[in-house]
């Protein structure tokens, strides 16, 4: 779930944005009160040490955060749990989706402070030469030393310089990249897939991250990349494109070549469902 470089503009609006609502203020879209600072959150939730197993810096790190349940039912109230996903948009555009049932099942924090170095900032070791990222103002990552299944996903649902939350309901949140009417179940697992790994970066018919190009609108991506070509793309788009900014998808889950092929099934469905941005 990995993100480069923010355009130019990109990070004039958010220079722009937070100046105007303070560097440390998280926006929680659609709750009674929108922006909290940090010290607001922890007169509501006792911020925690926590040590995770950070899938960027690939090993133990230690930080300073509050658990994560409690900040949301703090701020949107028990209302959050009824919904679908947790939208989340970070400095550069990037936009992770994760589901509801994840922070339920599985323990998340929203860090705000590295114990174990001064500076609040990783050292992410997937390009070469490996590149220190500022992490402030919020980094989510979940606890994952004695949860195997979230280890196993590596850096999915891990955004940092996050600016903004919001619950939604995915539906009605994003109704333009839904499968056509009949689609089968395969287009159904693929656009799950790129729900979680593409989605962020990238948009169909506009809806999605604004980090990565539009894949459906006018052309979509498989009207002009053969599958097997595209397939290789986004396994490893290094392997196409020597210093290519997009990561490898998933590198670390099991059957990742058929979830891919999954991903390019939804992909070539929604070619028959453009809607303009």
């Given at each position: 779930m990995k993100r480069r470089r923010a355009s130019a503009l990109a990070i004039a609006v958010v220079l722009v944005a937070g100046a105007a609502r303070g560097a440390d203020e998280l926006d929680f879209r659609g709750a009674p009160k929108t922006g909290w600072s940090r010290a607001e959150l922890a007169k509501l939730v006792p911020a925690q040490q926590v040590r995770v197993w950070d899938p960027y810096e690939l090993r133990e790190i230690e930080l300073e955060a509050f658990p994560m349940n409690a900040v949301l039912?703090?701020?949107f109230g028990a209302r959050w749990r009824e919904r679908d996903e947790i939208l989340m948009t970070c400095k550069d555009g990037f936009q992770p989706s994760v589901p509801v049932q994840r922070f339920l099942k599985h323990r998340a924090w929203l860090a705000f402070r590295r114990i174990d170095q001064r500076d609040f900032e990783l050292l992410e070791h997937d390009v070469t030469p490996p590149v220190r990222v500022e992490l402030a103002p919020y980094y989510l990552v979940w606890a994952n030393l004695d949860d195997p299944q979230v280890r196993a996903?590596?850096?999915?649902?891990?955004?940092?310089?996050?600016?903004?939350?919001e619950p939604v309901?995915?539906?009605?949140?994003?109704?333009?990249?839904?499968?056509?009417?009949?689609?089968?179940?395969?287009?159904?697992?693929?656009?799950?897939?790129?729900?979680?790994?593409?989605?962020?970066?990238?948009?169909?018919?506009?809806?999605?991250?604004?980090?990565?190009?539009?894949l459906n609108y006018p052309m979509n991506v498989t009207e002009y990349w053969h599958a097997p070509a595209l397939r290789r793309w986004i396994l490893d788009p290094r392997s196409v494109r020597s210093r290519a900014a997009m990561p490898s998808i998933a590198p670390g889950l099991a059957d990742r070549e058929g979830m891919v092929d999954t991903v390019i099934t939804y992909l070539e469905a929604m070619a028959t469902k453009k809607v303009a941005p």
């Open positions: 039912d703090a701020t996903e590596g850096d999915l649902g891990w955004p940092y310089q996050l600016v903004a939350v309901d995915f539906q009605a949140h994003f109704p333009k990249l839904a499968p056509p009417a009949g689609a089968g179940e395969p287009v159904r697992q693929g656009f799950l897939a790129f729900r979680s790994y593409c989605l962020p970066c990238h948009t169909v018919n506009g809806e999605g991250g604004r980090v990565g190009p539009e």
